[in-house]
């Protein structure tokens, strides 16, 4: 699979304001740059999502393959994972198990499991 070749060091991705938002900081999408193969999994749509999840469990790839979540299923509140790029150990302590019990719930609710 894609998901092979990226990792938490190469992912590139960054946050931007929604046109329909009021506010600066809430409600932000993700948007992710780079590498390519990261691109042509976004390009396959939410049929990866249950693939990219399994990568949660890879201390390589579990930053990686979260902003690629947010980013295929349009999440909002990308601060959420953007304000932990430069210390992806403290994303580990505070907001990884959070992060992964929501996606979890939602491949279940969107029956994509």
Same mark, same amino acid.
Request: glycine letters at 6%.
């Given at each position: 699979?894609?998901?092979?070749?990226?990792?938490?060091?190469?992912?590139?991705?960054?946050?931007?304001? /929604? +046109?329909?938002? @009021?506010? *600066?900081?809430? #409600?932000? &999408?993700?948007?992710?740059?780079?590498? /390519? +193969?990261?691109? @042509?999994? *976004?390009?396959? #749509?939410? &049929?990866?999502?249950?693939?990219?999840?399994?990568?949660?469990?890879?201390?390589?790839?579990?930053?990686?393959?979260?902003?690629?979540?947010?980013?295929?299923?349009?999440?909002?509140?990308?601060?959420?994972?953007?304000?932990?790029?430069?210390?992806?150990?403290?994303?580990?302590?505070?907001?990884?198990?959070?992060?992964?019990?929501?996606?979890?719930?939602?491949?279940?609710?969107?029956?994509?499991?």
């Amino acid at each position: 699979m894609l998901m092979e070749k990226i990792n938490n060091k190469n992912i590139e991705f960054g946050s931007y304001q /929604p +046109e329909e938002s @009021e506010f *600066i900081t809430l #409600g932000r &999408k993700m948007k992710i740059f780079g590498p /390519p +193969e990261a691109m @042509e999994i *976004i390009e396959k #749509g939410k &049929k990866t999502i249950p693939e990219i999840f399994k990568f949660f469990s890879d201390e390589t790839r579990d930053y990686a393959a979260n902003a690629l979540l947010y980013q295929i299923a349009d999440r909002s509140d990308a601060m959420r994972i953007c304000g932990y790029a430069g210390d992806i150990r403290e994303w580990r302590e505070i907001m990884k198990d959070a992060e992964e019990n929501y996606w979890r719930e939602w491949i279940k609710e969107q029956k994509l499991n």
